[in-house]
């Protein structure tokens, strides 16, 4: 006799709700699960601080390839804040854009001052709005020391370089400006890539993939690079040897007049509505909330490629960049415009230029004994001031 057939929906109901190949974890399992990734996600970027080699020289400065690379920045804030030194800070004038590593403003501080070493924490192409969150996010190690932070007049020079323009443009460091609780009129990257610049500063398994996709994968990405390289392997792409500073001169480093540039009316931006400034006065709180002893300095400038229409407008922010550091007892020390000759470009000096503003920023005295004088953090033998040696 046939056996009567079951109808659909009865038949479907009586499957089992997994098939047999299905794992079912129980609650305590997926936190087994969790704790895990976690784990791995804080241990293995840490891990590989000790696989990678990374034997910083005394000139050593980011490489301009690693430049997006904060991961790597943080790595050498870890080592400075380890050093005896004034550690210096600030956009491509310290970080010393047409002139070798050893000749940018740290190397030449070093030169004049015998007794303290200075390190270059320059990153080409921050400006303040992106300064503000790498040291915030970033530069957590730099704590209880001294440190030269440099303002460049430049950022409030119009208001595309103070970021305040309504037509999008692409502006360099996007993932450290604010995300969400700040408008910047120019910046309209989408949702999805904001969240993720967020997740990044907080989850070092990001900042370190991040890391990996920069110096070794030509900063595109694991997925993409074996699109762009389908015959190569990726396990031999990670060679352990980072990409190392520039060790000559920029093809540009010449006088800025001998490079064709006319001097230039711009469209300045007060410090009262200026964005770029508002950043960096957050930076210097978010420094010295940290224990860390602040010297601020403020250009150089070149004040002869400023049409005479517009240095009224310079000055009066020079005053009030002045006064804010002022009130806000920040030693400072506006740097004195240097020969014309030994200017590359608006702001940043060729290397005779950066030796000659070491030499007068040790021969002010407040700086000298800023340098000199270590902050309570650092405890060794305690310097002389060669300003005292000359008394």
């Known amino acids: 006799m046939a056996k009567p057939i079951k109808d ?18 129980s609650v305590w399992e997926w936190v087994g699960v969790v704790v895990v990734l976690l784990l791995v996600s804080f241990l293995a970027p840490r891990a590989w601080e000790r696989v990678e080699p990374f034997n910083p020289k005394p000139d050593y400065r ?18 400075a804040a380890g050093q005896d030194a004034v550690l210096v ?18 190397q030449c501080l070093g030169d004049a001052n015998a007794l303290r070493r200075f390190i270059n924490l320059g990153v080409n192409g921050i400006h303040p709005m992106a300064l503000a969150g790498l040291v915030d996010y970033y530069g957590r190690a730099v704590r209880g020391r001294d440190v030269l932070l440099q303002y460049n007049p430049l950022w409030m020079s119009s208001k595309r370089h103070d970021l305040q323009t309504e037509k999008e443009f692409r502006f360099n460091h996007p993932k450290l400006v604010p995300q969400f609780f700040q408008k910047i009129p120019c910046y309209k990257d989408p949702y999805a890539e904001r969240c993720g610049a967020v997740a990044e500063r907080y989850l070092p398994l990001l900042a370190w993939t991040n890391h990996l996709s920069v110096a070794y994968f030509e900063n595109t990405g694991l997925a993409q690079w074996t699109l762009d390289n389908p015959y190569a392997d990726p396990v031999s792409a990670i060679s352990l040897e980072l990409p190392e500073p520039a060790s000559s001169r920029h093809p540009d480093a ?73 009130q806000h007892g920040v030693p400072h020390w506006i740097a004195p415009v240097l020969p014309t000759e030994l200017y590359a470009d608006a702001s940043h000096p060729v290397a005779e230029g950066y030796a000659l503003l070491a030499e007068r920023m040790m021969a002010h005295e407040p700086f000298a004994v800023f340098a000199n004088d270590r902050a309570p953090g650092v405890h060794l033998a305690r310097a002389v001031s060669p300003c005292r040696l000359l008394r």
């Open 89 to 106: 800070i600030g956009d491509s004038v310290v970080w010393g854009e047409y002139v070798a590593a050893n000749e940018a403003l740290s």
């Open 254 to 326: 010449k006088a800025w007049f001998d490079r064709g540039i006319s001097p230039q009316a711009f469209d300045w931006v007060g410090a009262d509505e200026s964005l770029q400034w508002n950043a960096f006065c957050r930076a210097v709180d978010t420094l010295r909330g940290r224990g860390n002893r602040v010297f601020v300095l403020v250009g150089p400038f070149n004040e002869h490629m400023i049409a005479q229409e517009s240095i009224e407008m310079y000055r009066e922010i020079l005053r009030a960049i002045d006064e804010w550091l002022t």
């Open 62 to 79: 980011i490489p301009y390839a690693l430049s997006d690379d904060y991961w790597h920045f943080a790595r050498y804030c870890r080592y």
């Open 8 to 25: 659909a929906a009865s038949t479907h109901k009586s499957r089992p709700r997994f098939g047999s190949n299905a794992i079912r974890l």
